[in-house]
């Protein structure tokens, strides 16, 4: 596989369930991100990993807790989640910062009932 | 903090028109500007990296410009295609650890 793949691409959860989202890159990058996209609001970042150290957090709510074993896999552990949780939850990688830019995975849409 | 606006919100042409997407922000201490493409429900698939030493970038049917100076950036579409219909976003680096992300403009290309 090329480029950067996340699971699930869908999930449904209830407020009280534990779940993790998958992110893995192939492309030898050393940062990888999660961002939060919500309707009609600008790309939120979450999540900054470089050379697997995390190093920007952004005040997120600790009901979301990453995970990133090494430079190619980055997780996301979800846990007593809100309804106003519900978006899109994108992974991106990068070489150098954002000097040659981002690469994104397709994302996984969640909703949380 | 830097903010990045893309102006209209949406757009709606007809097959075959040439059209500008426009991107603007604040900070012009950028390093590069990114254009992306997304489809409904979909990740950012990307188009166009102009680094802040570029004027101009082409892929195909696709020019993307950079103006630093006034905090500028448009994406040209020549002969726009039905399959062009999706969301078009602008991103900007500043150094940091982030892009930081216009809210998108939205293309319908009617047949």
């Known amino acids: ?113 | 903090k830097q903010e990045v606006t893309q102006i209209p919100a949406a757009l709606s042409v007809p097959e075959g028109e040439n059209l500008v997407l426009n991107c603007s922000f604040t900070d012009s201490a950028i390093y590069n500007l990114q254009w992306f493409r997304q489809d409904p429900g979909k990740g950012l698939t990307s188009l166009l990296l102009i680094q802040s030493s570029q004027r101009e970038q082409t892929s195909g049917r696709l020019n993307a410009s950079l103006d630093k100076s006034s905090g500028r950036s448009t994406l040209y579409i020549a002969a726009s295609q039905p399959g062009d219909s999706a969301t078009y976003l602008c991103a900007v680096w500043n150094t940091g650890n982030q892009f930081y992300f216009g809210t998108g403009t939205s293309l319908t290309v009617i047949p």
Do not use: I
């Not at chain 1, 600008?42 to 050379?51: A, C, N, Q, R, W």
């Not at chain 1, 896999?73 to 994108?90: I, K, M």
């Open chain 1, 1 to 113: 596989e090329t480029g950067v793949t996340q699971t699930p691409r869908h999930l449904v959860m209830g407020m009280t369930n534990k779940k993790s989202l998958k992110c893995e890159q192939h492309l030898g990058h050393n940062a990888m991100y999660w961002y939060k996209q919500s309707a009609k609001k600008p790309l939120e970042l979450m999540f900054v990993y470089s050379l697997e150290e995390r190093v920007e957090n952004n005040s997120v709510p600790s009901r979301f807790s990453p995970e990133c074993p090494n430079s190619s896999h980055l997780f996301l552990h979800l846990h007593t989640l809100q309804p106003e949780d519900s978006a899109l939850y994108l992974c991106a990688s990068s070489q150098d910062g954002g000097a040659w830019g981002y690469t994104f995975g397709s994302g996984t849409r969640l909703t949380v009932v």
